[in-house]
């Protein structure tokens, strides 16, 4: 991949980073539940899944998504009930505050971070599609294909580690201001519902 062809993925990949999406939201959930340290545990569970999803494009699945009716609705719709699942656990779950004496409360474990924003961006075929789309323009067929997707991969990798580190920073800052039960059930709600909205906007898309 020349330097100059880099450079322009470079700038696209800020731009997909920074537009807000269900993975901005989990970062930001994540941070404001938890603060900063635990809760980057669901940016990297987001990177895990951008790596699938160019693992199942490089390999050709990602065509078979975009081609195919069916596939494509199977993996759509598993995305939409779990972006709605986390938007409802979200809203029922108790104003505990955020923050005691000792430090945050840990709800979850690392893992179960990991694992979740690793199902937000492996379980989307919208960001297949993208990719499908997008990547290609990038590509010099002439050229081994292997490492270009490497630099892909590690430029998609970057600008999502530092801007979800942002978000996830942003809400974490809030983390100490929400003390009262109302503050913290008002600030689920509200993070409930913008998973349940990332459903909805998955679900209206189409190929």
Do not use: C, E
Request: avoid cysteine.
């Amino acid at each position: 991949m020349d330097f100059s062809v880099w450079l322009a993925f470079f700038a696209a990949s800020w731009a997909i980073s920074i537009s807000p999406g269900a993975g901005a939201v989990a970062a930001m959930s994540a941070g404001l539940n938890h603060g900063f340290r635990r809760g980057y545990f669901t940016t990297l569970g987001l990177i895990l899944g951008i790596w699938t999803q160019l693992l199942v494009v490089s390999l050709g699945l990602g065509a078979l998504v975009a081609t195919s009716s069916l596939a494509f609705a199977v993996v759509k719709w598993l995305g939409v009930a779990y972006l709605i699942w986390l938007g409802i656990k979200q809203w029922r779950a108790p104003p505990t505050p955020l923050v005691t004496d000792s430090g945050p409360v840990k709800r979850v474990t690392r893992r179960t971070m990991l694992l979740r924003g690793w199902m937000i961006n492996a379980v989307n075929p919208k960001g297949t599609v993208f990719l499908l789309a997008v990547m290609p323009q990038f590509l010099d067929l002439s050229q081994p294909l292997l490492p270009q997707y490497l630099v892909i991969a590690a430029t998609l990798t970057f600008t999502d580690l530092v801007v979800m580190a942002g978000y996830t920073a942003l809400a974490a800052r809030v983390l100490r201001a929400l003390k009262a039960p109302s503050h913290v059930r008002a600030m689920n709600r509200v993070f409930g519902s913008l998973f349940v909205v990332a459903g909805a906007v998955l679900a209206g898309f189409k190929r």
